[in-house]
């Protein structure tokens, strides 16, 4: 029985590991954590914050294919040190019990990339227009605390309890975004007002979202019956073949239908439209404060059959359904025939318990939706400390990160920034910006967590944002930096 248990226990860790490597490359973004670029408006890239925010430059136009290239990760569960320790003879240890003591009862797994194709702007009295074609990856799973606790250590830890499980969520897409962006100065009541907005136009990929799970399991005290109450829908829009292979998984028969996939129609896909808004506001109440207020990704894209793409709908809503368990008894010693019986019949017991069924309907995915408050107050002219509160909506919850930043700017050639941030329940994250222009040219790039190169053990965010514009009009008054100049000389004797 020892035996059993610990081959029983492997698995487990094998499940769990597995579960966060999918989680972890799958992710979608969910929410891109930028927060040092938002704090850096002389890179027009930080109106994608705030479509309120009006960049420095006149006229400005994006290097095809690279004025704006991100790559992020995050997980506010556990850093790896938490899992894995290194012993003082160089051996690595699991500890998978220290690991989940550090998850909360829900956590997250994110991953995000987006390349800006082609982008340019410019402003025009007291509007500002702009425009951007972008491609784009994002991704969200959710898991919670007791899943990874049961696959450890078992049911018995909840006995006489109820597990939920209703934190397993995921919200993953691959799109194309067209954006045209508006923004002008308004003086209302001596008061200096910035409105803006963004209209998106969207056109799906893939997709996998977790539109409802009400899953719960409660383990009866006196005869360890498990009754189970599952009420969930995952819809998902992939390729032609692949959902061919996921059908063919489910015991379904696909061999009359037509999966001929062609990779042209597949990136020209027309059938998965979509749309999007931003909103932002700046206001500027004297010449030391300022404050700024945005809603990002506020829309949908809704998913459909058509272009090389396969919707599936999988659903299950079954009420305090009572399951005894697996017999184990019934595998060890037996024959094979009976041995193959036995897991047959075990494994139609649990498909019961969900009883899942498969549709092909089209359904609305809603877009990773983030809100940001902004206050910045001026120092000097080539000096400014912001502070921000960002909010990313994930599975009807709100997850918060707090970043305070200070900016320098060095005259037209240099501006960079440095910044302080608590996300994704970690308080070791430094992030630096800086933005390099060369006349027309500008350079910029920045990262809310350079920490992680120096301990990536112990970081929970990592992300890198750079790219490559050309600026017109862009000017910046240079900074005094000798007090001598304005000293009068009889001072100086």
């Known amino acids: 029985m020892i035996k059993h248990m610990k081959v029983i226990k492997i698995i487990s860790v094998k499940c769990i590991i597995i579960f966060i490597l999918i989680a972890g490359y799958n992710q979608q973004s969910f929410s891109q954590q930028d927060n040092m670029i938002h704090l850096l408006p002389v890179i027009p890239q930080s109106a994608y914050t705030n479509p309120a925010f009006k960049p420095k430059a006149k006229f400005y136009i994006g290097f095809p294919a690279l004025s704006s290239v991100y790559g992020g990760l995050a997980h506010n569960g556990f850093a790896y040190r938490h899992l894995i320790q290194r012993r003082a003879d160089d051996s690595l240890e699991l500890r998978m019990d220290n690991m989940i003591g550090k998850l909360a ?234 041995v193959k019986e036995n897991f047959n019949e075990a494994m139609d017991s649990i498909a019961d318990i969900f009883n899942v069924s498969t549709t092909k309907n089209s359904y609305k995915a809603p877009l990773p939706t983030k809100i940001y408050l902004t206050a910045i107050y001026t120092i000097t002219k080539h ?46 994250n430094l992030g630096f910006a800086m933005a390099f222009n060369l006349g027309p040219w500008q350079t910029y790039v920045a990262t809310d967590n350079i920490y992680c190169l120096f301990d990536p053990e112990g970081a929970r965010t990592a992300n890198v944002h750079f790219g490559i514009n050309f600026i017109f009009g862009y000017k910046e008054a240079k900074p005094n930096y000798s007090l001598l100049r304005d000293t009068p000389k009889e001072s100086l004797k």
């Open 105 to 338: 009862n829900t956590n997250y797994v994110s991953a995000n990339v987006s390349e800006e194709i082609l982008a340019f702007g410019f402003k025009a009295r007291k509007s500002y227009f702009s425009f951007s074609l972008s491609e784009k990856i994002t991704s969200r799973v959710g898991y919670p605390k007791d899943l990874i606790s049961l696959l450890w250590k078992g049911n018995s830890q909840f006995i006489g309890e109820t597990m939920d499980l209703s934190g397993i969520n995921i919200n993953a897409a691959a799109y194309h975004e067209i954006s045209i962006g508006y923004m002008h100065d308004v003086r209302i009541k001596n008061q200096n007002f910035v409105f803006g907005g963004r209209i998106k136009m969207l056109r799906g990929l893939m997709n996998v979202y977790t539109q409802k799970n009400d899953l719960t399991i409660g383990i009866d005290d006196n005869d360890y019956a498990h009754t189970t109450n599952t009420g969930f829908q995952v819809n998902m829009c992939v390729p032609d073949t692949l959902a061919m292979n996921i059908d063919s998984i489910n015991g379904k028969d696909t061999i009359n239908e037509d999966f001929n996939f062609n990779p042209v129609d597949f990136f020209t896909n027309n059938s998965n439209k979509g749309f999007g808004i931003d909103l932002g506001v700046f206001y500027k109440l004297n010449s030391s404060f300022s404050f700024g207020a945005s809603i990002v990704d506020l829309g949908y894209i809704k998913w459909q059959t058509g272009g090389g793409s396969s919707v599936r709908n999988y659903s299950s809503n079954v009420q305090d359904f009572v399951f005894y368990g697996i017999d184990f008894n019934d595998f060890f010693g037996k024959d094979d025939s009976i």
């Open 383 to 428: 000096d400014k400390v912001g502070l921000l509160m960002r909010g990313d909506f994930f599975n009807k919850r709100l997850y918060p990160s707090f970043t305070a930043s200070y900016n320098k700017w060095f005259g037209n050639m240099l501006s960079a920034g440095v910044s302080y941030s608590v996300m994704n329940r970690s308080y070791m």
